[in-house]
């Protein structure tokens, strides 16, 4: 196990996830919280509602967070008393986030209570700094706080919708976009021939995922405790599977930065990275693979389905050739904007697949 580090900037720096300690179970929360020693909870309201039942002993306080803006997160850290031993992050990937700035700035230990296995906040020290709903900056820029330990309590984690928690697997799927793009762009002369030896093995890798997820549901398509157990084992080890190359563009997984600056809503993160990657994936011509693997894997990318009109849409498509460009960032969505009558194509296109 590496050592835990912290920091306002060096989040690249945070520890690997292939080193965090995630703990499975029936009653865990239950369990451990009664040994926990005087603590404060940080989460959102639906997760701070959905999780007291669960606990054996009450904080000394609770923040509830609607956003990540940092002088939100700086309210909530000063309405919890400073006389405790211990944060505990309760939630999504709002809620675990802003617990990381909360340990850090009150320079207290941290563990996470995933509410939903639905992103890569449950195994990344590192968060981003945010100003309203955009971040600043990146990387090393951004502050990581590593956390003790997760709880995975499989009766927590299936109390959420079921969408919530297949998301996770889009977050980890949505990476194939960067495959089609160097494929794309080595097709254009960009870039250099595809590596197969590096793209073959994360390809084979989302195909396990698709076939073997399903196997996890239940007779009646549900998703079980072994269902939330493979989805987080899954996000724990994606950084190890993805792929690594500068010629395998992120911007798929990006777009939910270009959604969030532009219509400043909660989606819901996994299913905006898979539409994204299924936006370039669709303007490089390489979509029916992931399509077919978010759909075994029941992940929601449809606009109709994530509540995203299409006049949203628009605006952020429109806008992200924009946000690329000021990241330098190299992408189909950029250099091929989807607006116009593409756009047009585009929105028939996802709306009948």
């Not at 690249?12 to 703990?23: E, I, K, S």
């Not at 039942?53 to 923040?63: D, E, F, R, T, V």
């Not at 309405?79 to 944060?87: A, E, M, R, T």
């Amino acid at each position: 196990m590496s050592e835990l580090g912290r920091g306002w900037t060096g989040g690249n720096l945070f520890r690997p996830a292939r080193d965090v300690d995630v703990r499975y179970g029936h009653g865990l929360v239950s369990k451990e919280s009664g040994e926990w020693p005087r603590y404060v909870v940080v989460s959102t309201r639906t997760a701070w509602k959905t999780v007291q039942p669960y606990l054996s002993s009450q904080p000394a306080g609770a923040a509830v967070v609607k956003m990540l803006d940092w002088d939100h997160l700086e309210e909530a850290s000063d309405s919890l008393p400073d006389d405790v031993d211990l944060v505990v992050g309760i939630g999504g990937g709002t809620a675990l986030d802003a617990s990381k700035y909360v340990a850090l700035r009150k320079e207290l230990p941290v563990r996470l209570v995933p509410t939903a296995v639905s992103t890569g906040a449950i195994i990344h020290g590192v968060f981003a700094k945010w100003d309203g709903h955009s971040t600043i900056g990146g990387g090393a820029e951004w502050p990581y706080c590593d956390f003790e330990h997760v709880l995975v309590d499989y009766d927590l984690v299936l109390e959420a919708p079921w969408y919530l928690n297949t998301a996770g697997i889009g977050d980890i799927l949505c990476m194939y976009s960067g495959i089609a793009e160097w494929r794309w762009s080595a097709d254009q002369g960009k870039v250099p021939a595809v590596d197969e030896s590096l793209t073959q093995p994360v390809v084979e890798y989302y195909r396990q995922i698709a076939t073997e997820f399903p196997k996890t549901l239940g007779t009646d398509g549900a998703l079980t405790a072994d269902s939330v157990g493979f989805i987080m084992k899954s996000v724990h080890e994606r950084d190890d599977r993805q792929i690594a190359s500068p010629h395998a563009s992120g911007a798929g997984h990006s777009l939910t930065q270009v959604l969030e600056t532009v219509l400043q809503t909660g989606l819901i993160h996994g299913e905006v990275a898979a539409l994204g990657a299924v936006a370039v994936c669709w303007a490089t011509g390489d979509y029916e693979e992931l399509i077919q693997q978010l759909d075994s894997c029941r992940v929601r990318f449809r606009p109709a389905d994530m509540g995203l009109t299409k006049d949203q849409l628009r605006d952020v498509l429109e806008y992200a050739p924009i946000f690329y460009s000021e990241r330098d960032m190299e992408t189909v969505l950029a250099s091929e904007p989807v607006v116009g009558e593409r756009f047009e194509q585009f929105w028939k296109f996802i709306e009948n697949c």
